[in-house]
């Protein structure tokens, strides 16, 4: 066979295997699967906002801090209210007395309340709580009105006793919802502060029980 017939022969076998390969490659190409679409879309990563709209909303709730500042401002404020009703009727007494046993605790009563209302004030003022500066915050309602009318229009003996009642009767109001109080109470101001007025409040009740025993029926 002459060279240029084995040349010939030689072209035809390398057209032909790269028809094979060609077609085998075709072939590989058809068989791979597409890329599903809805997989896609339905991953996750792909629904950012459905998840975020799932995810359940936070409520509010009162911290503890802010329940406790309440708690005391109200201790506070039932304690500045005591102190503004107890220095007006001492200072009625005062003018009104018909003993120098009674004048003189009004005086106390007076100055008692006054040094207390102080230490309230400055207590509150620590703590960022605004008290009321009035008294009318406890002369609402018809029973304190009332008290306050008869305080009034009393004179003599009967002036006498109608104001140590009402002073016994206070302090003692006052003494029980303290203790009940300053087991609430969570701040230590506030703790220290009861425990400093309530031998005061207490010595007050004793004092208004004792003169009424002296008073004449």
């Not at 506070?76 to 009674?102: M, P, Y």
């Not at 003494?175 to 220290?192: C, G, H, K, N, P």
Request: proline share 4%.
């Amino acid at each position: 066979m002459g060279i240029q017939k084995k040349l010939k022969v030689s072209r035809y076998f390398y057209v032909g295997a790269l028809v094979v390969v060609a077609i085998g490659g075709c072939s590989a190409k058809r068989q791979q699967p597409a890329p599903d679409a809805n997989a896609a879309v339905s991953s996750p990563a792909a629904q950012p906002t459905q998840a975020a709209e799932a995810k359940p909303r936070a409520t509010h709730v009162p911290s503890a801090e802010v329940s406790s500042k309440k708690t005391n401002a109200a201790i506070l404020e039932q304690i500045h209210q005591a102190n503004l009703k107890e220095i007006e009727i001492g200072k009625l007494a005062e003018e009104k007395a018909s003993t120098d046993e009674v004048r003189a605790y009004a005086v106390q009563l007076v100055n008692d309340h006054t040094n207390a209302d102080q230490m309230v004030a400055a207590t509150a003022q620590k703590k960022g709580t605004r008290l009321r500066d009035s008294a009318a915050a406890r002369r609402e309602g018809a029973r304190g009105k009332a008290a306050e009318q008869r305080l009034s229009s009393a004179s003599g003996t009967q002036f006498d006793r109608l104001f140590l009642e009402q002073s016994s009767a206070d302090h003692k109001k006052l003494i029980s919802e303290l203790q009940q109080e300053r087991e609430d109470a969570t701040d230590d101001d506030v703790e220290a502060l009861i425990d400093k007025i309530m031998p005061i409040l207490q010595q007050h009740q004793d004092l208004a029980q004792i003169l009424m025993k002296k008073e004449p029926a």
